[in-house]
């Protein structure tokens, strides 16, 4: 089956660190990458996607690259702030079928000034 | 937020008594999910729509059933609420622009039950 595994938090930072959440994912075939962002009190949304290897997504500073040797799709920013504590959720579906995503269990990321 | 409203937004309720939570979406989307979100567990699939009348159940439908009687309501049934039940719920659509997919979530409803 398909199932994606992220690292567990909390991941606690000062201002200004850098970001990574790593995220691994196993797939029957070519799945479409995403990262989600959950913000206090608020439902899920987009932050950035790839849909095949060796594309990188992008979004607010944050980056991450497809990555099909390793089977990852692990989220970086060069210079985290306050504002970016979040839970922050990878995933991925699969072209064709019905349209399941499967998400990780979410890292929290709390941002220190 | 792809104009979808979830209500209502905080629920209490006891032990044996059926609820039900209401997502609605006013752009016509076919695809609609249920998931509940718990410490430790993520995000977990309930029920899903791929459009009116048509559902399927997600990896977590025990004790849930759901009906899409028209293509902008998605409603999720507790028919005998339990406290392993209290959990925050969350809608979401899947919009599509050509390959574009991505979901949009709306912003939950927390349940406790009693």
């Known amino acids: 089956g398909n199932s994606v595994t992220q690292m567990e938090g909390p991941v606690t930072l000062s201002e200004e660190a850098f970001l990574t959440i790593n995220c691994t994912y196993t797939?029957?075939?070519?799945?479409?990458l995403f990262w989600y962002v959950q913000y206090p009190g608020e439902g899920l949304q987009l932050l950035l996607k790839?849909?095949?290897?060796?594309d990188k997504g992008s979004n607010k500073g944050f980056e991450a690259t497809y990555r099909k040797e390793t089977t990852s799709f692990h989220l970086e920013k060069g210079s985290v702030q306050v504002s970016d504590s979040a839970v922050y959720f990878c995933?991925?579906?699969?072209?064709?079928?019905?349209?399941?995503?499967?998400f990780g269990r979410g890292t929290s990321l709390i941002v220190h000034p | 937020d792809a104009g979808i409203t979830q209500s209502p937004r905080h629920k209490v309720t006891e032990t044996g008594t059926p609820v039900t939570l209401r997502c609605h979406q006013t752009?016509?989307?076919?695809?609609m999910y249920w998931y509940r979100q718990d410490p430790g567990h993520g995000l977990r699939l309930i029920h899903y729509s791929y459009g009116v009348k048509d559902t399927d159940k997600g990896e977590v439908s025990d004790g849930y059933s759901v009906s899409r009687s028209k293509t902008e309501d998605f409603l999720l049934t507790l028919e005998s609420a339990t406290s392993s039940q209290t959990s925050v719920y969350f809608c979401a659509i899947k919009a599509a622009q050509g390959t574009n997919e991505k979901l949009f979530f709306g912003s939950g409803t927390q349940l406790s039950v009693l």
């Open positions: 790839a849909t095949k290897a060796d």
């Open positions: 995933a991925l579906s699969l072209a064709g079928g019905s349209y399941i995503p499967t």
């Open positions: 797939a029957t075939g070519y799945p479409s």
């Open positions: 752009e016509n989307h076919r695809y």
